[in-house]
């Protein structure tokens, strides 16, 4: 079973960034589809950003622009660079990876506020 933990959550000033970390345990990380997701209070959970095995990537539209996804295949890492944040993209951010076996972390909160 995969297990993966997400870290780099926080508290931040609109236009401030957080880099996101969600660290996959198992060997089988490099032939993964890995994305990020995130639910706000009241909201469904939507799809931030995905990447694939060969790197390719696409983001949601209420992202594009502003975050970056990446992956370290030799630390077992998927990132989330989010940068000009808004108070819009306070939720709670899950990583998932949507290879079988899936598996989803247990969230970190992410909260942009003055």
């Known amino acids: 079973q995969v297990q993966l933990v997400e870290s780099g959550g926080g508290l931040v000033q609109p236009g401030g960034s957080l880099r996101l970390s969600c660290a996959a345990s198992?060997?089988?990380?490099?032939?993964?589809?890995m994305d990020w997701h995130r639910q706000a209070p009241g909201k469904p959970r939507e799809l931030v950003a995905m990447?694939?095995?060969?790197?390719?990537?696409n983001y949601g539209d209420s992202v594009k622009g502003r975050f970056t996804i990446s992956r370290d295949n030799a630390r077992n890492t998927v990132y989330l660079q989010m940068d000009n944040l808004k108070p819009e993209d306070t939720a709670v951010y899950y990583c998932?990876?949507?290879?079988?076996?899936?598996?989803w972390g247990q969230g970190t909160q992410v909260t942009v506020s003055s």
């Open positions: 998932h990876r949507s290879t079988f076996p899936y598996s």
């Open positions: 198992g060997s089988s990380f490099r032939i993964a589809v």
């Open positions: 990447i694939t095995t060969d790197g390719n990537k």
